[in-house]
């Protein structure tokens, strides 16, 4: 087993990874950076591969790697990881943030088999998105300081432990940027794509005006259903709940876009499985489609466009 306290300075030092500025066309970030704090467009510097050169690059492979998934039929689940899950995969309950991710420390070290299993599935087969930026992973003197510590909050430098630890491996073929998904689920190339296709939003709501009309606004018109998930708890109740909300996607569904916190590992890599078919992430972006953008407490970086701020035009 790897030595988890040196893995986050092999990770950039020796896997052929760098921070850059993520730069992806006709993305305006500004408003978001107005209404938030300053140190927010930290977040625009992220973790790249030495393989890519450009937040564009990464996007182009997101969408090959969908297309790919829908045309071959394959599993590919793409999933994100940010300050809850890194919470969640230290046994902390400031997990619960925004939604009610674990009941309890001890429900959470029941579930992490699982979660580590299925962590290792997406390594394998999916993409995954796990936010790092120089404030959630930052060197000093040599060594890296857990920033968040103080706050009881967990760093992406000890999320990279965490898969250390547990075998996961982090590399150039399953590494992308969180905010990847959100430019890509926001783009005229995404909906333009899933023109006539059928989505299933697994999802504890759905509006399906609401949903036609964000497709609309690109004129794509996919046939979407709807399989409905809990809003509490997916993550150390999905054991429970599984059969029953696999049931509720149609078996001829192209793609999910899955709304469940940090269950979502669980639930896009289960599915994915289950239909081999892509599963992606999309949390903040379904709120958008379904007009409740204020469940995520306003605008999320890399989600709106130059041309209009509701993040709907195309890009």
Request: net charge neutral; hydrophobic share 40%.
């Amino acid at each position: 087993m790897a030595n988890p306290t040196s893995f986050p300075e092999r990770t950039i030092e020796d896997r052929g990874f760098r921070f850059d500025r993520l730069i992806i066309q006709d993305v305006d970030n500004t408003p978001v950076i107005r209404i938030n704090a300053q140190d927010i467009v930290e977040q625009e510097i992220c973790l790249f591969h030495e393989s890519m050169r450009s937040g564009d690059e990464y996007i182009d492979r997101l969408h090959a790697f969908i297309r790919a998934g829908m045309e071959k039929r394959k599993p590919s689940p793409v999933v994100r990881f940010a300050d809850g899950e890194y919470a969640f995969y230290r046994c902390s309950l400031h997990c619960n943030g925004l939604y009610r991710q674990a009941e309890s420390e001890e429900a959470i070290r029941k579930a992490m088999p699982l979660h580590v299993e299925t962590f290792q599935m997406l390594a394998e087969r999916g993409l995954m998105a796990p936010l790092i930026f120089p404030g959630n992973f930052r060197m000093k003197k040599g060594l890296f300081s857990f920033l968040c510590r103080s706050k009881g909050e967990a760093s992406a430098a000890e999320f990279l432990e965490f898969l250390s630890c547990n075998d996961v491996p982090l590399t150039g073929e399953n590494y992308l940027p969180f905010y990847v998904i959100y430019a890509y689920l926001t783009s005229k190339t995404f909906a333009d794509f899933m023109d006539g296709r059928k989505i299933c939003v697994v999802n504890s709501t759905f509006s399906r005006d609401s949903c036609t009309r964000w497709f609309l606004a690109f004129s794509s018109r996919p046939i979407i259903t709807f399989a409905e998930i809990p809003a509490s708890y997916v993550a150390t109740r999905w054991m429970s709940m599984k059969e029953e909300v696999l049931g509720r996607i149609p078996p001829d569904t192209d793609l999910c876009l899955v709304g469940a916190g940090a269950g979502a590992l669980l639930v896009c890599v289960d599915a994915a499985l289950r239909f081999s078919i892509p599963a992606i992430d999309a949390g903040h972006v379904l709120n958008m489609m379904n007009d409740h953008e204020a469940k995520s407490k306003g605008p999320r970086m890399f989600t709106l466009r130059k041309s209009d701020m509701s993040g709907r035009s195309p890009s």
